[in-house]
């Protein structure tokens, strides 16, 4: 470190991922992951979690219980801590399964919303997040780099997309956008639709299981 009045200080990192490493957000997964995995294999995992999923350090739980034994089960989140990686449980927010269909979950780059089913359950549906201030700087048709990576780059979005979708209608929706803004990148429209045409709804793995929430339990 050199300060104004160019005097050089030294200072050597302790412990932890060294500061700007690229594997530093690889191996902070590896690690959440056996700690997340350690931790529900300690408390023996509720028949009530209906889903655990995680990204990096932020978690959403389905949960198919009462209010009561949830409150039991993330209290000892709080409680969890490591020495080593300093791990703890900040803020968690808790919604009922019937406010998603007038306000949605925004995690990350997803939004989570409910659907009444004809049954009278409430079905969990996901589609893409957009922030407000995402500009979607593509690389340009007219940059320097090989045409097969640019239209890889088309692909893999699409295919971003594809995998945020839980319905078609909303698939064609993003689809399209994706279509329109690469077409400002500069992208001949030739390109950008020969690639759009090949990623194709049919191509979402439709075997997953149908994640349905019941209002009632959670009392």
């Not at 739980?61 to 490591?82: H, Q």
């Not at 949605?104 to 996901?126: A, N, T, Y």
């Not at 979708?165 to 698939?171: A, H, N």
């Not at 709804?201 to 019941?214: A, I, Q, Y």
Request: glycine residues 6%.
């Amino acid at each position: 470190y050199t300060d104004r009045d160019g005097n050089v200080s030294f200072y050597r990192q302790k412990g932890g991922v060294p500061m700007g490493s690229a594997a530093g957000g690889t191996i902070a997964d590896i690690v959440l992951t056996y700690k997340y995995e350690k931790f529900l294999s300690d408390h023996r995992r509720p028949p009530s979690l209906e889903e655990f999923l995680r990204y990096i350090d932020d978690v959403i739980r389905i949960w198919g219980g009462t209010k009561t034994e949830l409150e039991t089960f993330l209290r000892s989140f709080f409680v969890f801590t490591d020495p080593d990686t300093k791990l703890s449980f900040g803020s968690i927010k808790i919604f009922r399964a019937d406010e998603l269909i007038y306000v949605p979950i925004i995690h990350l780059d997803v939004e989570i919303w409910g659907k009444w089913d004809s049954d009278g359950w409430i079905r969990l549906f996901v589609r893409p997040h957009t922030k407000v201030l995402s500009a979607h700087q593509y690389i340009a048709w007219s940059s320097a780099h090989c045409p097969s990576s640019k239209l890889a780059l088309i692909r893999a979005e699409l295919i971003r997309k594809l995998r945020l979708c839980s319905d078609e209608s909303t698939f064609r929706k993003e689809k399209k956008e994706v279509v329109i803004r690469f077409l400002k990148r500069g992208y001949p429209l030739k390109c950008v639709l020969r690639v759009s045409n090949e990623v194709k709804f049919e191509m979402r793995n439709r075997k997953r299981r149908k994640v349905l929430c019941s209002v009632d339990r959670l009392k």
